[in-house]
């Protein structure tokens, strides 16, 4: 049974950093890619990274470059979801999620997703 369990999330003040896990299990990972999203109250799902699991290639939305990172550990099975400078903007609900081909970057064609943990940023 594939398990894709998020943690990290948390309150953290404007300007703060948190580290979001997402812990994959119950199958290899390693020919999927792994993916990133938000969604905030009222507002679609949006993307907001992804990383080849093969080769390490990371993939970010415009609003979180240079401020998000996303990283995986192999021996682990987790990704990782590094989060600097956050802003009120960024408070939302947020999913890890899996698919083996296909776009990126719509939430579509995902083929496994987490639970989702909650990010509120306070100004």
């Known amino acids: 049974q594939v398990q894709l369990v998020e943690s990290g999330g948390g309150l953290v003040q404007a300007g703060g950093s948190l580290r979001l896990s997402c812990a994959a299990s119950?199958?290899?990972?390693?020919?999927?890619?792994m993916g990133w999203f938000r969604q905030a109250p009222g507002k679609e799902r949006e993307f907001v990274a992804a990383i080849t699991w093969s080769t390490g290639n990371t993939y970010y939305a415009d609003s979180v470059k240079g401020r998000f990172t996303i990283s995986r550990d192999n021996t682990k099975n987790t990704v990782y979801l590094q989060m600097n400078s956050l802003s009120p903007e960024d408070t939302a609900i947020y999913y890890c999620?899996?698919?083996?081909?296909?776009?990126?970057?719509?939430?579509?064609?995902?083929?496994?997703w987490g639970q989702g943990t909650q990010v509120t940023v306070s100004s």
């Open positions: 119950g199958r290899t990972f390693s020919g999927y890619k």
């Open positions: 999620a899996a698919k083996t081909s296909g776009s990126l970057y719509g939430p579509g064609g995902y083929d496994y």
